[in-house]
């Protein structure tokens, strides 16, 4: 099988792209920045550019679209153009060059208005009770995507679900820098039960989704270890990996929320940049259970996760030991140099 990976760059995409080398498929990358992953071909270019993208396109059988616009950061339009616009360029050509599967990379955030999710099923993705401009894109993106299915090019959206591991920069990167910068505390109590899911658990089911897609065709799954821990276990988890207490600080979640709604509203109008301390989508994020029955995703993809969130500590544990020994040497050397 030929299959073209948007988004290759990202942690995810990468781990998919080599996930694919490794079952035997024939892979091209479709990037903005020329970054080349073992064993694929590279098109460098935006998803934007329908030239570009029909070019990575040629010869495919499946397509796994990833590419997006991430964050909370940013106008709608940037997201819009990228999660909307790039979706539709890579749908029509996908249908132009006779691809027959697509899986589209999706997020729970699509289906989420704020409300407690416990044991819950995919959901409808809604952009009109989603949350952000990220969520509401990938609302509409997914809407549009879906309803390309068809015999001819079946197309389904797996969203992951809160994904880490080793050289995250999303949830793992922004909460070891948060706790440095003493700007990380939990929304109420931190008991609130959430999922999540490792790194190459998210690649594997997205792989799956190729594989099977005459059984997900048509429909959204939501993929996650199926281990809904209290919010603070996790957290705290990936504190302790990087060698760094666990958090002291709570905030009710009322008062989380209005300061979230101020600060989105400030730097948004001041065009700061980096990202609040405080969004409302963090505070209904960290303060509100959300985790996903999965008994339709494993039977629809056969597939399982294969590492649990404790192996998956503990690689991020091994991972952040191995990274402190690489900066303490190089620091070594360049103070070697120096003198």
């Known amino acids: 099988m030929k299959v073209l990976v948007t988004g290759a760059t990202s942690l995810l995409g990468r781990a998919v792209a080599t996930g694919l080398v490794a079952q035997g498929s024939s892979v091209v990358t479709l990037q903005r920045r020329a ?20 070019t990575a396109m040629q010869g495919c059988d499946a397509v796994i679209h ?8 940013g106008t709608w339009d940037q997201f819009h153009d990228t999660n909307v616009i790039g979706t539709e360029i890579v749908v029509t050509e996908a249908e132009r060059a006779g691809v027959s599967g ?24 809604d952009p009109g009770s989603s949350r952000g401009h990220y969520a509401t894109s990938k609302a509409l993106a997914e809407g549009f995507a ?9 197309v389904t959206a797996v969203r992951p679900h809160l994904v880490w591991g080793p050289g995250d920069t999303q949830l793992v990167g922004r909460i070891v820098e948060r706790a440095r910068k003493g700007r990380l505390a939990f929304v109420g109590t931190g008991a609130a039960l959430i999922d999540s899911t490792y790194i190459s658990n998210a690649a594997d089911a997205i792989i799956a989704a190729v594989d099977r897609i005459d059984h997900a065709g048509g429909r959204p799954l939501v993929v996650s270890n199926g ?6 276990e996790l957290v705290n988890g990936i504190l302790s990996a990087h060698g760094l207490p666990p958090v002291s600080l709570r905030l009710p979640k009322a008062i989380a929320f209005g300061a979230g709604w101020v600060a989105e509203r400030v730097w948004d109008r001041a065009r700061l940049n980096g990202e609040p301390p405080m969004t409302t989508f963090l505070a209904e994020q960290l303060g509100t259970a959300h985790w996903f029955d999965q008994q339709e995703t494993r039977r629809i993809l056969n597939w399982k996760p294969a590492v649990t969130v404790d192996e998956g500590l503990e690689r991020l544990a091994a991972h952040a030991k191995d990274k402190a020994t690489e900066q303490r040497a190089g620091e070594r050397a360049s103070g070697g140099t120096n003198r």
């Open 102 to 125: 697509m899986v589209y990379v999706s997020s729970p955030s699509v289906a989420h208005g704020g409300e407690p999710l416990i044991g819950a099923s995919a959901g409808e993705a």
């Open 66 to 73: 990833l590419a997006a616009r991430v964050g909370i950061v």
């Open 146 to 154: 879906l309803s390309r299915h068809e015999k001819a090019m079946q």
């Open 227 to 232: 281990e809904p821990r209290p919010i603070a």
């Open 35 to 54: 970054s080349e992953v073992d064993g694929t071909r590279c098109v460098q270019g935006s998803i934007l550019e329908p030239e570009i993208v029909a």
